[in-house]
């Protein structure tokens, strides 16, 4: 099965690059599943019906997400009613969504998860690697096979530790919410395709996909700061490219960029 797995999409230019980007790997690649973190799809924080909208017609199979996703009101209605939209499945609380799917390709059955860490994070959550266990083994009592799970993290650390405690019982472990790519893309000894961070698509000129001058004052003076993203420029588009068998081991996992004008 051929999996393609989209970075954080970080608003408008992201949405477009996005666009361009699904068309040439449809063509290049055809691939049987696509996924994309849109955790920053509506003006970099949170996802609106309409930016949902905007992309939904892409052919996008599972969108999965992280600590943005609730700062747009809309994740009230779009939460609990979009199955393929998930959110961290290690949130604690009455949250509203799901942190997991299953879905037929072709008559495979496939499992995804998301789950975010907690170091260097702002949001105090479950502990992912026993949630991790768990919604697993949800997935396998239903026959699952290949499942890929998305782990929303900040540190590096974390992100390694909880590949590890994964291998062997995933597909695959991608990383995201640091929209930077990871030169680490590799199978782990027990089969489960890795990589640290996907990376993000968004504004290249940019910092994590904001203006830069928002963050370049932040860190050179003690005054509030306003991000904004840019809405023209080069847009990169940061993307892993999956083959996993019928019995849920990945056989290759290599980055997939792209770059256009907007
Ligand atoms: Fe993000
Ligand atoms: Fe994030």
Redesign the pocket.
Known sequence: MKVIFFG?IVGSIGRKGLRLAVAEVKQKIKPDLMIA?I??LAHGKGVTEKTFQEIGSLGIDVFT????IFRKSDYKKLLPTKKNLLRPANFTGDVPGHGWCILEVGNIKVGVGNL?GRVF?DMLVDDPFRKADEIVSQMKEQGVKIIIIDF?A?ATSEKQAFGWYMDGKVSAVIG????IQTNDARILPSGTAYITDVGFCGAQNSVLGVKKEGPVNMFISSLPVRFDIPESGLVLINSVYLNINKSGKATSIKPINYKFLI
Do not use: P, W
Not at 65 to 68: A, P, R, T
Not at 176 to 179: P, R, S, Y
């Open positions: 954080d973190n955790e920053n997400s992280g600590n943005h975010q994070m929303h900040e995201t919410h640091t929209h």
